[in-house]
């Protein structure tokens, strides 16, 4: 069975940094991409980032990048998400998700979501 | 970056009904996903590659569309089909996500 979960959220001021963790099991988690996608309270989905495989490529939109750091540590099956620079606009229920490996690029696991609260 | 629109933001069905969910991207793309969120729970994948029911998805479920214009329908509503229903599109790496449809039942 397929599981991925987050943890590492909490409360955080704004402008200091946050690390999340994403356990994965249940697969052959370096066949895998993965990436986060984050959910702000009573908003919709934003995809956060994704990284390949193998960890060789990165992707963010305009709204992280330079903020926030996605990596892999395939020996612990294991995803992260360095944020930096935090802003209350970064206030989201984070989760972990699976990226199926053919070119349509969707989501199939989903994790349970860590919350990230960024307030003074 | 791809904008979808979704439409209707909420609505309400009565059981039995025939639902229908739209999903309209600022630029033609090759598939579309589906996604659907149970109050206080994380998403689960629903249909992906525009057609294809993901595992355990009831037949009553229905994909469609190509280009700019996708639908999700419904064939006949149910109970637990409440739900916020969202499309995603995977497009060059940099995935977007339609503001949702909520789906209330009347």
């Known amino acids: 069975e397929v599981q991925l979960v987050e943890s590492g959220g909490g409360l955080v001021q704004p402008g200091r940094s946050l690390k999340l963790s994403c356990a994965a099991s249940g697969f052959t988690f370096s066949s895998f991409a993965m990436a986060w996608v984050r959910q702000a309270p009573k908003k919709g989905l934003e995809w956060v980032a994704t990284i390949t495989s193998g960890g060789s490529n990165t992707y963010y939109p305009d709204s992280v990048k330079g903020r926030f750091t996605i990596s892999r540590d395939n020996a612990k099956s294991t995803l992260y998400l360095q944020m930096d620079s935090l802003r209350s606009e970064d206030t989201a229920t984070y989760y972990c998700a699976r990226r199926d490996t053919t070119v349509s690029h969707y989501f199939d696991y989903w994790g349970q979501g860590v919350m990230v609260t960024v307030s003074s | 970056e791809i904008v979808l629109t979704q439409s209707p933001t909420t609505m309400a069905a009565s059981p039995g009904e025939k639902v229908t969910l739209t999903c309209r991207a600022s630029s033609s793309v090759s598939y579309m996903h589906w996604y659907q969120q149970r109050s206080g729970a994380s998403p689960k994948l629903w249909i992906y590659?525009?057609?294809k029911l993901a595992s355990g998805v009831p037949n009553r479920f229905s994909g469609s569309g190509s280009g700019t214009s996708y639908s999700l329908t419904i064939n006949s509503m149910e109970t637990e089909d409440a739900a916020t229903y969202y499309c995603?599109?995977?497009?060059?790496?940099?995935?977007?996500f339609g503001a949702g449809t909520k789906l209330e039942l009347k």
């Open positions: 995603q599109q995977g497009s060059s790496y940099h995935y977007t």
């Open positions: 590659e525009t057609s």
